[in-house]
């Protein structure tokens, strides 16, 4: 049996993979789990992004909390980082995010946040797995009555609290920087424009009407085409892009050029290591990273730690040896400094007061390391079960590292939230990867499909 959770929580088609009856024992299952000890209820903090699906996700996960006698904190519509922010600062037992980040609207998802605002651990989500396929066959396991069954209530005020904490974030003024915010028609719309006009910045806001089935639609930071000419268009200093749920940030330059999170991560390291601020001077990233920003980071002092694809991975690693900084080339960025976890509108303000305090224009983020050419193709697959194993697979990509050398490198991966195979290859010759892509993505197709 295929394990429930994946990467980033419990995902699939709404409706379908992800159905609205799995969601009530997700939410049986995580109250069973988190009362205490004593018997005393829980307390499980729920925020959403603009899904059409999510309020139904939220009714049924709160139905579950309640019938196992757990209590319910609805704080509506909320970037992931608030849910985990507000959870641990109001001593909740748990955060629960229903969301598919970048994912189209028909797609949702569950994903778990433990009391002190970190997600929760592989050996954590076991547990709660076990325990739904137990629900699944008694479905009278822990049923409270009378008074000890659990309550439900609405705490969207709770957003201006998120707020605050991000702006205090940052020490600089925004004042005279005009900003292009693509709010990706998803959970940043109402939090991330606050933020940054109470911080001064004059900021013209795209993709800010949600309507529960155009998030991520063309927009956001998986489609930053409608930023770019959007920046260009109001001579703005530069654009931020949100994902869906908010927990990740791109940015463009003021020429419209794209900013990616290498680019992000090299100009924070670089700058915090000129002011004794990077542990370590190290920065953590993924097998994503591009050779340059490795190459940068090097030439400017510091070193890399590699770690699998996954900002939870990222973050295993940064709480293991105490480092403040790390992330993926895609936008999510974990400051330890300030956030449990990736936080868009946290991202947004640390590279903002880095361009403030350097005076920097946002170009100068752009030649701050030199990217080597990078192909990525998604190969849709019926099942990603058995990849590694498959010899022509295999075959194809190692014929592939030997026509590459020693010049660049071949990643071939699962997605942890969709029904894709990722064929990677970086070098010199763009001509030369494509190629190298493409083949590796038929023998995909042709042995997985």
Not at 169 to 197: F, H, Q, S, W
Not at 417 to 431: F, H, N, S, W, Y
């Amino acid at each position: 049996m295929a394990r429930m959770f994946g990467t980033d929580g419990v995902r699939g088609k709404a409706n379908v993979e992800l159905t609205p009856e799995l969601a009530y024992n997700l939410g049986r299952a995580a109250a069973i789990y988190f009362t205490k000890k004593d018997g005393e209820a829980c307390t499980i903090y729920i925020g959403r992004d603009t899904r059409l699906s999510g309020p139904m996700y939220e009714a049924a996960l709160s139905a579950g909390i309640c019938s196992a006698g757990g209590n319910v904190v609805l704080t509506g519509v909320m970037p992931t980082p608030a849910v985990a922010y507000l959870a641990r600062k109001h001593k909740a037992d748990a955060g629960i995010v229903i969301s598919a980040s970048h994912n189209p609207f028909h797609d949702n998802g569950i994903k778990f946040f433990g009391g002190d605002g970190y997600k929760l651990p592989d050996a954590v989500e076991d547990e709660i797995e076990a325990l739904v396929h137990e629900i699944e066959n008694n479905d009278n396991l822990y049923r409270p009555t009378d008074d000890k069954i659990g309550n439900v209530v609405y705490r969207h005020d709770l957003l201006d609290e998120y707020v605050s904490f991000v702006t205090k974030t940052t020490d600089i003024e925004l004042e005279g920087m005009k900003i292009v915010l693509d709010c990706a028609n998803g959970a940043a719309y109402e939090a991330m424009p606050k933020i940054l006009r109470r911080l001064g910045a004059d900021v013209i806001v795209i993709h800010d009407k949600p309507n529960g089935i155009n998030i991520n639609d063309n927009c956001g930071s998986t489609h930053l085409e409608s930023l770019m000419e959007a920046v260009k268009e109001h001579k703005a200093d530069i654009g931020i892009a949100h994902d869906g749920d908010a927990d990740r940030c791109l940015c463009i330059d003021e020429n419209g050029e794209f900013i990616d999170g290498d680019h992000m991560i090299a100009a924070c390291a670089i700058y915090m290591m000129g002011k004794g601020k990077l542990k370590d001077n190290t920065v953590v990233t993924t097998v994503m990273a591009n050779i340059g920003f490795h190459k940068a980071i090097k030439e400017n002092g510091g070193r890399t730690e590699i770690t699998a694809v996954g900002d939870r991975y990222v973050l295993e690693n940064m709480l293991a040896n105490g480092y403040n900084l790390g992330g993926e080339q895609s936008g999510h960025i974990i400051f330890t400094d300030f956030s449990t976890t990736g936080d868009g509108p946290v991202t947004a303000l640390q590279v903002l007061s880095y361009l403030k305090r350097t005076r920097h224009k946002a170009s100068a983020i752009t030649k701050i390391m030199t990217s080597y050419p990078q192909l990525l193709v998604n190969v849709k697959v019926a099942t990603k079960d058995g990849w590694e194993d498959n010899e022509a697979i295999k075959a194809s990509i190692e014929e592939g590292k030997q026509q590459l050398g020693e010049n660049g490198r071949i990643l071939v991966r699962p997605s942890g939230t969709e029904p894709l195979i990722r064929v990677m290859a970086e070098g010199p010759d763009q001509k030369e990867l494509e190629e190298i892509c493409y083949k590796i993505a038929d023998v995909v197709k042709a042995q997985q499909g």
